[in-house]
């Protein structure tokens, strides 16, 4: 490039010599602007260099600016989060220490209420439950019908207050007397098996559902305390007055377990089963003669 302008100024140069006086003139002011033209060429191409460099370095200021926004929003973001994580967690342990406190209170009610219930049954011999403590199945024979009548319709009374206290759903429902049906438990087929004899009824041994309402309420009764971490076995289902007042009121788990509770509900089923009272009733009843 630079040759090529050498080469160019020399011609210029030789014609200028062989040129006349005004045309030597005349190509002198043209070469002179046309070097002012160059001038202001390469003067505005170097001001355009600076301009890019210095839009560059906005530019990457610029940038810097923007990651550095970023860095700080990001940091903000996380201690955000942080706190709010750390906020979330207090507020469930407090929410968790609460039901845990209710739960405890819920506990602390049931026993009570429980507690209070076989106070008001068993205190006293003119308390309600004097007539179930006839109720030992080992020795029921030698109970009369308007005892057994009357003793059965309070023990039903009795169990359905302990499940609805506890909280503990009963696998057999029980329906309290009303004016036109007396007391009676409903099995698994929807039928409804009365726990009550007419005076009239002289054969009760073999009144199968008189014996499955009475097995029934036993299961009731036994799973009432086993829900409560009662050790019981099948032999002592035949005296449901030992199991509520030796056994489920005086255990230490009592109101511990139930339906209802957040925490510690009940997961298992009964072990007593109805049927193995039903068969160990079908015995002792051969020999039940109420009169």
Known sequence: MLEERHQARSKIKELLSKASDGRRKAAFTMLVKARRTNAGISEAIETGKRMIVATEK??????KSIMRVKRQLEASRQEGLKKALASSKRSFEMAVKHVESLQKE??????????????????TPMSPGHLIKELSFREFARVDKDTANAGLERLSSLTLFLSYYLGVKLPYEITLPSKSMPCGVRGPDGGQRLLWLASDNTEVGTNVDYVEAIAMLLADVAWIAESQETKIDIDMVLDPVRIITEELLASDDLGNYSHLSPTNLLRKSPTIKYAAIMDLLLVQSQEWHLV
């Not at 906005?58 to 940038?63: A, G, M, N, Y």
């Not at 819920?106 to 205190?123: A, D, K, P």
């Open 58 to 63: 906005e530019i990457e200021l610029r940038r």
């Open 106 to 123: 819920f506990v602390e009610v049931r026993r009570q209420l429980c507690i209070g219930l076989g106070h008001v049954y068993f205190s």
